[in-house]
């Protein structure tokens, strides 16, 4: 594209006499500044031989160039794994719709055109169920885990093993509660030690996704332990950054609370959750209650 050209995108949600529809929105358009080239989206179809019928009278009227991306041909753009995390991140397109779904995405596209000074103004939006959470927990096998002493098994260390563990747990907690769904995590035991599972997300992370979970100690631990419950995100090239940290000095009877905004990590597929020793380790077993990822739509 060159500085002197002007393309002017221009959608519909109009199902009847579609034809006359765009030929009425590109008439009204060359009237404003000159254009070169237009883009019509539109919900419904449009059959080949109207879209090329379209595209000749468009030239022989208004010397003008016109494409058509109809609702088969939108969908399966924006279906395409190099354009979904596209349409997640600035459409907050649910989780459940990704491409390996090779679901329809339904679409509602509505269009403001305003010719004012030439300018279009289009206002979209997607109807969608919510998507379902990704429970950590239920992944957490697929996860990798890593403490100080290097990789770790999920689920395959003994408790008192000194490189640390982590295994799926129901506990007691320090609050009083019972819970289920959750990770039993203890550091490497040494000063400072630490224990990680850093998830890979078959789809990346979405501008109205959140971290939720509760962390705490167990109530079999209630009188010690002091930790700091971690979460990172991380991009393909390792670089790492912390979401979250924080420190839970002693058990206190109350649980530390996660609900923290993904919007900032839009398109990272790689999530960690960490128990860290802060300082000795002694007593550090800690529990992640359903570490979870919902959409921002999803209330769970
Ligand atoms: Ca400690
Ligand atoms: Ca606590």
Not at 56 to 85: C, N, Q, Y
Not at 120 to 127: G, P, R, T
Not at 236 to 257: F, L, S, Y
Request: charged share 25%; aromatic share 8%.
């Amino acid at each position: 594209m060159t500085d002197d050209e002007c393309i002017v995108f221009a959608c519909t949600l109009q199902q009847r006499n579609l034809p006359r529809k765009i030929r009425t929105d590109v008439d009204a358009v060359m009237h404003g500044a000159p254009v070169t080239s237009i883009y019509v989206f539109c919900e419904a179809d449009v059959q080949v031989g109207e879209r090329h019928a379209l595209q000749k009278w468009a030239v022989d009227t208004h010397r003008v160039r016109l494409e058509i991306i109809d609702g088969t041909g939108l969908a399966e753009a924006l279906s395409t794994a190099e354009m979904f995390p596209i349409a997640r991140e600035h459409l907050g397109l649910p989780r459940s719709m990704a491409p390996r779904h090779r679901s329809r995405l339904w679409l509602i596209v509505a269009v403001v055109l305003s010719l004012v000074g030439g300018s279009v103004v289009a206002w979209e939006s997607w109807k969608a169920e919510p998507p379902p959470a990704v429970h950590l927990s239920t992944v957490a096998g697929t996860a990798s885990w890593t403490s100080r002493a290097g990789q770790i098994e999920f689920n395959g260390n003994d408790p008192s093993n000194d490189d640390g563990y982590v295994a799926p747990a129901v506990e007691d907690l320090e609050d009083g509660t019972v819970r289920a769904g959750g990770l039993i995590m203890h550091p490497s035991w040494e000063n400072y030690g630490f224990i990680r599972g850093c998830f890979q997300l078959s789809e990346p992370l979405a501008a109205n996704d959140r971290f939720r979970s509760r962390a705490g100690f167990i109530r079999e631990y209630a009188d010690a332990g002091n930790v700091r419950f971690r979460v990172t995100v991380a991009d393909n090239k390792g670089n790492v950054r912390i979401v979250a940290d924080e420190t839970d000095d002693r058990a206190n009877e109350q649980m530390v609370e996660f609900d923290l905004s993904l919007a900032d990590y839009a398109g990272l597929s790689t999530l960690c959750i960490e128990v860290l020793a802060n300082g000795d380790a002694g007593q550090d077993a800690a529990f992640w209650h359903d570490p979870r990822i919902v959409s921002s739509a999803n209330h769970l």
